[in-house]
């Protein structure tokens, strides 16, 4: 039973990418790892920019910059 945790900024991603992407990754599983999709579950979370860092520095302030 795959437990898949997708983690992305939260940036406007809409309802059918997040269909997308649950759609993909159960894929996968079926594809790779023979799982059967109706165990297979993904959870998407949303994280502000404020609390996702890379390097030094909260992406926040890296989007603003690339402005």
């Known amino acids: 039973m795959p437990y898949i945790n997708v ?3 939260e ?8 269909q997308a992407i649950i759609k993909g990754c159960t894929q996968l599983m079926v ?6 999709p109706q165990t297979t579950f993904v959870i998407i979370e949303e994280v502000d920019t404020d609390n996702w860092g890379i390097g030094f520095e909260q992406v926040t302030a890296l ?3 690339t402005l």
Do not use: A, F
Not at 11 to 18: A, L, R, S
């Open 63 to 65: 989007r603003q910059r």
């Open 11 to 18: 940036e406007g991603v809409t309802n059918e990418q997040k």
């Open 31 to 36: 594809d790779v790892l023979d799982k059967n």
């Open 7 to 9: 983690k992305i900024t």
